[in-house]
């Protein structure tokens, strides 16, 4: 299947926010309901705003995953739950690597179908924090190409 690279404009963040609480919920088990309410608003109002996005949309017009970078790291990259394994991740991630010049990540080490995926894209583990950004303990490994 072939990927296709669109712009997100603000007026796509609220989708957007439902793809990534849709991915969040497949993928990091160890969050409670709780997390991700708290996490939403901040997604919403704050992160979105601090990276430059772009997404894969389906015919009909729906954002099946999306990054989102800032200098040479991926800050965010989700999937729909519903759009996995059919090459979404590998096509943002490459297209963040060949046009943005990311080689690094941050990763939630409990999220290891994520993990897997950027080892398998050649990223190596460099440090590893017990938590998180917020100080929540959810150990996150930094990755680097």
């Not at 965010?76 to 979404?88: C, E, N, T, V």
């Not at 590998?90 to 409990?110: M, P, S, T, W």
């Amino acid at each position: 299947m072939e990927h296709k690279l669109e712009k997100v404009t603000p007026a796509d963040y609220r989708e957007l926010v439902s793809v990534w609480e849709a991915s969040v919920k497949a993928t990091h088990d160890f969050l409670t309901q709780e997390d991700i309410d708290f996490f939403r608003p901040l997604i919403l109002n704050e992160y979105l705003y601090a990276v430059e996005l772009a997404c894969t949309k389906d015919g009909a017009g729906n954002i099946q995953g999306f990054i989102g970078t800032a200098a040479n790291k991926v800050e965010m990259l989700f999937i729909h739950p519903g759009a996995r394994g059919k090459g979404i991740g590998k096509f943002l991630l490459e297209y963040a690597i060949r046009e943005k010049g990311i080689n690094a990540v941050d990763v939630n080490e409990q999220n290891t179908q994520a993990v897997g995926f950027y080892l398998h894209a050649g990223f190596k583990v460099i440090s590893r924090s017990a938590t998180d950004t917020m100080g929540k303990p959810f150990p996150i490994l930094s990755m680097e190409l």
